[in-house]
């Protein structure tokens, strides 16, 4: 009733995780059982062992919450050889969130990723907007999106996803280049680049002075821009951005997305996803929806 | 294990204006909290407040399924917690984090030092301590004595000593400048305002004390998921939420030299 395909990835269900919300899925066990996610994405992962940004790197703001944290992670290298053997076992869909700050960056990382027989796909990041170097600057400008997509798409045999900036005037041109260069699919979006200022120290709340805003504040914005690509690429489009119930959840497949994830609600309730899991098979049957799919871009 | 458990309020005091203390039943089996584990509690009806707030566990009995929060009122999640009466639910995600080290030989001797809010997670601690024959020499404090929210729970573990900056309690001034603390320890633990507690740790530093300090960092996950709560450590970026809230000084001569 609820299992889709992006492109050759088999979900069980459309429900996967945000990169950067749900550490290396280890981090929720206790909570959830992982085997139940129709996959998961994790922590953005680059070519070299990387500190991130100085702290404080988050702040809460109305109905959302801004963060710069600076894809902090132990490098390609580490994610292969320490944390893959501890996730592989599981039975779901592994989504490695690939970021580098060049084309060469990012293809090697994609390419030791191609090596791990248990991860089908990985989630090219050209739209975080916390590195000064790449990031966000692959992913704002058609021309260089497709450059990158293009790129690792000679060294990446399995099903790549491109996740896209909304920091952007036309998200639909940037989604038909990378559709054009290769990719298989498109998630989006990453976060909307804000910024809070303490008025009484008189100061940015952040070290970094700006940070990608997410939760429930940006969702609209996410819903017209999934509703808008999925009208512009004829690829599978991965919709995000705020979902924390089944209802949400049900708001993207509509706009257009066939399959979702979810990132800040799992700060706020760490088994958020089962509930959605359970509230979209509750959904379908309550409506007479016997297969998810019929309900996908229906706007 | 971490879980997510609605816990009941089965007592509220308030301790001045500015603290209040909830003690909440588990109703079922509770998992063991250690001393300087924290929870993450959820602030429902209050639509400035999404995330979770990191709150210390001040005491908790695994066997009577108690645990007890003191907390202080900042900002718009307290305020809105301290509204919760008696027969109220509150969800936490917990335990959470790496608390103290309370595994060291019976005889020795142990400072605590807490200062305002600090204070909170050291009742547990002094407990466990005593508990396993451990002396323990509890030093609070805060600006004036209405700041310290909690004292006469702490004599029954410890010598028990206070000070203000004010004067108005204990030793007159700030509360590394007690004659107390100029002592001898096996081990000092401390948690409280950022500058005390680099003070302390300084000191123990300096003299070749072991210590261990209990952090709090804005944080989102709780879990070492998102990396939003990271400290500066001797080994780079770690974790407040899951590597911490407490730090063995050994590792932090960076942070607690950065004044």
Same mark, same amino acid.
């Given at each position: ?11 069980? +269900? ?20 992982? +085997? ?5 994405? /994790?922590? $953005?992962? #680059? ?19 801004? +963060? ?69 600057? &692959?992913?704002?400008?058609? $021309? ?25 005037? +036309? ?80 708001? &993207? ?10 990132? #800040? ?35 | ?5 609605? &816990? ?32 993450? /509690? ?11 707030? *990191? ?13 007890? !929060? ?6 718009? $999640? ?6 919760? =009466?008696?027969?109220?639910? !509150?969800?936490?995600?917990? *335990? ?19 200062? $305002?809010?600090?204070?909170? *997670? ?40 206070? =000070? ?16 107390? &603390? ?50 500066? #450590? ?10 911490? *809230? ?14």
């Amino acid at each position: 009733m609820l299992a889709v395909n992006i492109h050759n990835l088999k979900l069980k +269900n459309p429900v996967m995780t945000a990169s950067g919300t749900f550490g290396y899925g280890e981090e929720f066990a206790d909570f959830i059982d992982l +085997n139940r996610l129709g996959g998961f994405v /994790v922590k $953005g992962t #680059t070519g070299t062992h990387r500190e991130g940004n100085p702290y404080p790197r988050m702040v809460e703001t109305p109905s959302g919450m801004l +963060n710069s944290v600076g894809l902090q992670n132990g490098g390609v290298e580490k994610f292969c050889k320490e944390v893959y053997p501890r996730i592989k076992h599981l039975d779901t869909n592994i989504i490695v969130n690939v970021s580098g700050s060049s084309i060469e960056e990012y293809c090697d990382v994609a390419s030791q990723v191609d090596a791990l027989d248990r991860i089908p796909a990985i989630e090219l990041n050209i739209s975080c907007p916390n590195v000064k170097h790449g990031g966000m600057g &692959f992913g704002t400008q058609p $021309g260089m999106a497709a450059e990158v997509v293009e790129a690792v798409r000679k060294v990446y045999h399995k099903t790549l996803i491109v996740k896209l900036s909304p920091n952007v005037t +036309n998200i639909a041109e940037i989604a038909k280049a990378v559709e054009g260069a290769g990719a298989d699919s498109v998630s989006l979006i990453n976060t909307l680049l804000g910024m809070a200022i303490d008025i009484e120290r008189r100061r940015p709340r952040m070290a970094n002075v700006t940070g990608g805003l997410s939760g429930p504040a940006v969702k609209p914005v996410a819903v017209r821009m999934v509703w808008q690509v999925a009208h512009a690429v004829k690829i599978p489009v991965v919709g995000l951005g705020g979902i924390c119930t089944a209802e949400d959840a049900i708001e &993207f497949l509509m706009a257009g997305a066939t399959a979702i994830e979810v990132g #800040t609600a799992n700060f706020i309730d760490p088994a958020v996803t089962v509930k959605i899991i359970d509230g979209l098979e509750a959904w379908c049957k309550a409506h007479g929806v016997s297969d998810i799919n019929d309900i996908i871009g229906i706007i | 294990m971490k879980e997510i458990h609605d &816990f009941r309020i089965i007592e509220r005091r308030q301790l001045g204006e500015q603290y209040f203390r909830l003690l909440l039943k588990h109703g079922g089996q509770m998992q063991p909290v250690a001393p300087g584990q924290f929870v993450e /509690v959820l602030v429902e009806d209050e639509p400035r407040v999404m995330l979770r707030r *990191p709150i210390s566990v001040h005491d908790a009995d695994a066997e009577a399924g108690t645990l007890s !929060l003191l907390v202080q009122i900042v900002g718009n $999640g307290t305020r809105r917690l301290a509204t919760l =009466a008696e027969g109220d639910s !509150l969800n936490l995600v917990y *335990p959470l984090g790496h608390g103290f080290t309370t595994a060291i030989p019976a005889g020795s001797k142990a400072l605590l030092v807490g200062g $305002g809010a600090g204070i909170a *997670p050291l009742l547990h601690l002094a407990k466990t301590l005593h508990a396993g024959g451990v002396h323990c020499t509890v030093l609070l404090g805060g600006r004036t004595a209405s700041l310290i929210p909690v004292q006469d729970d702490f004599r029954p573990f410890g010598d028990l000593l206070l =000070a203000t900056d004010d004067g108005s309690l204990g030793h007159h001034g700030i509360i590394t400048t007690h004659p107390a &603390f100029a002592d001898t320890y096996d081990i000092i633990y401390t948690c409280g305002p950022t500058p005390m507690m680099k003070a302390v740790a300084r000191s123990a530093a300096e003299r070749g004390l072991r210590c261990e300090v209990s952090l709090e960092n804005m944080m989102a996950c709780g879990v070492g998921a998102c990396l939003c709560c990271v400290t500066d #450590t001797d080994q780079g970026h770690r974790c407040v939420c899951k590597d911490g *809230p407490v730090f063995d000084i050994s590792t932090m001569s960076k942070w607690y030299s950065n004044k």
